[in-house]
């Protein structure tokens, strides 16, 4: 599927994170073009981080084009929870996931919001920067997530605490996974070995893409890797 960090230009990007806000952030009609190519692609899943910007650009991509996509919407925050759920509602999201930051700290919160996340027929995930330890907390806490989002690649990027307790934790959970950060925020390339990695460990891959080029080189090789 199509990840949007990019888009907002989160801190894994190091130098090219305000490039990248500036040029997408900031000009939906950018972030629009790139729904509508993934999905002429044949690649109409998103992972959505919930901001108005993007949920404009995706609104007016799915109009444009009259594609249903797949849609696992990320909430960026607890802060404002309720307001961010109303804002991704119209596009009735398959998955919402509740954000590492709130899943990392078992805030006492989640159970409430996972209530809500059904009360909109979304199966509720959990993201998750620390996968090696946060997994296993949630399993044996008994939360009723579905799907989890966690970092996955073969140089062990942002795997925290470390790649050893990520791949176990992987492995162990009866979970469904979505890889996050395959390409190691630009480290890596695309390529067939990286992605049966991948593959071996999630269900989904969010891919973070900012051209048209870089969609179907990347695409073409998962491609490649899974039919």
């Not at 894994?12 to 900031?26: I, L, P, S, V």
């Not at 084009?65 to 961010?84: K, L, V």
């Not at 399993?139 to 009723?144: E, M, Q, V």
């Not at 992987?170 to 950060?181: G, Q, W």
Request: aromatic share 10%.
């Amino acid at each position: 599927m199509l990840g949007t960090s990019p888009f907002i230009g989160t801190g894994q990007f190091g130098t090219k994170a305000c490039e990248y806000r500036d040029r997408f952030f900031h000009d939906e009609r950018a972030m629009k073009q790139l729904f509508i190519a993934s999905a002429r692609q044949g690649v109409n899943a998103v992972q959505l981080i919930v901001y108005e910007p993007l949920v404009n650009a995706l609104t007016a991509a799915i109009k444009e084009t009259g594609e249903d996509f797949f849609i696992a919407a990320t909430i960026p925050s607890g802060r404002h929870f309720e307001r961010d759920l109303a804002l991704i509602r119209p596009l009735k999201p398959a998955i919402i996931a509740i954000h590492a930051l709130s899943c990392d700290a078992l805030d006492a919160r989640i159970e409430g919001w996972i209530e809500e996340i059904r009360a909109l027929d979304a199966s509720p995930a959990a993201a998750t920067h620390y996968p090696g330890a946060t997994i296993e907390k949630l399993d044996n806490a008994g939360f009723d997530f579905e799907v989890y989002l966690a970092p996955v690649n073969p140089a062990g990027y942002a795997m925290e605490p470390d790649y050893e307790s990520t791949l176990k934790a992987l492995e162990t959970t009866d979970k469904k996974i979505i890889a996050i950060k395959p390409l190691a925020a630009g480290r890596l390339k695309p390529t067939q070995s990286l992605f049966s990695f991948v593959y071996k460990y999630a269900d989904s891959v969010s891919v973070g893409i900012t051209s048209e080029a870089e969609m179907e080189e990347t695409y073409a090789v998962a491609k490649e890797t899974v039919l």
